[in-house]
Structures are given as C-alpha cells and as structure tokens.
C-alpha cells in the first residue's frame, strides 16, 4: 500500500509558477511509475505529466498542453515527485492528483493505469 499526500497548490497569477510535490510512504517507491493528473470544474480528469522509475534518465511524458512550460522529476531517496509548473494561465486552473502505478516500467497516460492516488491540491490561476 502507498499513501501519496500532495503540497503545494495555491493562487498564483498568470504567468507565474508554482511547483506541486508529492510525498508517499513506502518502501517500493522507486519502482512505481509516478504521474500527475488534474481535473478542472465540469471535466474529466486529464493527463499532465508521467515519469518512470528511473527518473530523468529514463521515460518522461507529458500533456501537450503542458510541455515546455511543466516538468516532473523524482527524487527516489527522499520519496518524492514534483511538478514545477511555469508560465500559468487560467486552463490551468485545476485539482492536480498524483497517481503511483506499481509493477510496471511504462508510464501511463491514462488513470486506470495507476493503483493510488493523492487526495488532490487546487491550483488556481488567476487572469
């Protein structure tokens, strides 16, 4: 079992940044797959950003919508994810979720891919 809590979120203004992390317990956390998801008020849940067990040196993918401006990294010793999010506008606006896929080296662009999931952070980005 892995408990995933993520920090972070806010109000921020268009064009600025915030960076989300995700902390989750566990012992087998360097062999998840780790993503970001987010959902807006009235639509589903879409995906943001994935990255593999092997952090930056291995799979990493992103929403179109997102790339260039986001990036996900990993820190496999401290447990953690994190999405540094640059140049916001108001699409943004969101609950991010982290997900942990276990057992598997691929990353997953869709939520049935992962097993657990973070209660959520609301980023808000204000025009």
Do not use: H
């Not at 317990?25 to 009235?42: C, D, I, N, V």
């Not at 401006?69 to 640059?86: A, C, E, G, Y």
């Amino acid at each position: 079992q892995v408990q995933l809590v993520e920090s972070g979120g806010g109000l921020v203004q268009a064009g600025g940044s915030l960076t989300l992390s995700c902390a989750a317990s566990g012992r087998l956390f360097s062999t998840y797959a780790m993503g970001w998801f987010r959902q807006a008020p009235g639509k589903e849940r879409e995906f943001v950003a994935g990255i593999g067990w092997r952090g930056s040196s291995g799979s990493i993918y992103y929403a179109d919508s997102v790339k260039g401006r986001f990036t996900i990294s990993r820190d496999n010793v401290k447990n953690t994810v994190n999405l540094q999010m640059n140049s916001l506008t108001s699409e943004d606006t969101a609950v991010y979720y982290c997900a942990a896929a276990k057992g598997t080296l691929r990353v997953g662009v869709y939520g049935s891919e992962y097993d657990y999931w973070g209660q959520g952070t609301q980023v808000t980005v204000s025009s």
